[in-house]
């Protein structure tokens, strides 16, 4: 960052560490202890998909990466996401098809096209959350949907306490919005 930056109050936008992704096992664990929530073995990346040949191109080699246990939807606000089941058990391998998905994007060229990438969770009781990804944040936050299109604020509190050492969890927490409808949540 330059003076004149620092000056005007500007800053550097965060370069998004996809390896973070990786940390999500073992935070999965901690998560579970804290708040009885288990990996669904669903997860999804979300995108704005791009015209022109090399995107599809790009999205077509995202998705044979994952063959079968990838399903494609779009939402209302003109996002594709791209859903990933494994099964419960396999946390590690649905994160590296995630981080798969995402690293195919960034390396063609469309890393700004990014929104987020999710991994769900339940318990026995039907309690859902999310661990959310922002891409151009390079931070997580928990998202937990209630019926009505409400949130758990306490479940979403009680998870960043229990991932706080384990995940760079974003500090702002207006940044943390609701992903409303997502696959596999």
Avoid: I
């Avoid at 090399?54 to 779009?74: M, Q």
């Avoid at 960043?160 to 500090?171: D, F, H, V, W, Y």
């Avoid at 702002?172 to 409808?181: C, E, N, Q, T």
Wanted: aromatic content about 10%; overall charge negative.
């Amino acid at each position: 960052m330059g003076w004149l930056d620092a000056l005007l109050g500007r800053s550097k936008p965060v370069k998004p560490n996809l390896d973070a992704l990786f940390a999500l096992p073992s935070a999965a664990v901690t998560l579970q202890a804290a708040t009885g929530l288990a990996p669904t073995g669903l997860g999804s990346v979300a995108f704005r998909a791009a015209e022109g040949g090399a995107f599809a191109t790009a999205e077509s080699d995202a998705k044979a990466l994952l063959g079968e246990r990838v399903e494609e939807s779009d939402d209302g606000y003109g996002y594709t996401w791209l859903l990933v089941r494994r099964t419960p058990e396999s946390l590690g391998d649905l994160v590296t098809e995630l981080h798969a998905v995402n690293s195919t994007l960034e390396g063609a060229g469309f890393g700004p096209s990014l929104l987020c990438s999710l991994v769900s969770f339940a318990d026995p009781d039907g309690k859902r959350l999310a661990v959310v990804y922002l891409y151009k944040r390079g931070t997580f936050y928990p998202f937990a949907p209630l019926p009505g299109q409400k949130r758990d604020n306490p479940l979403e509190l009680q998870a960043r306490g229990a991932l706080e050492g384990e995940l760079p969890l974003e500090k702002d927490l207006s940044r943390w919005f609701p992903v409303w409808g997502a696959p596999g949540l």
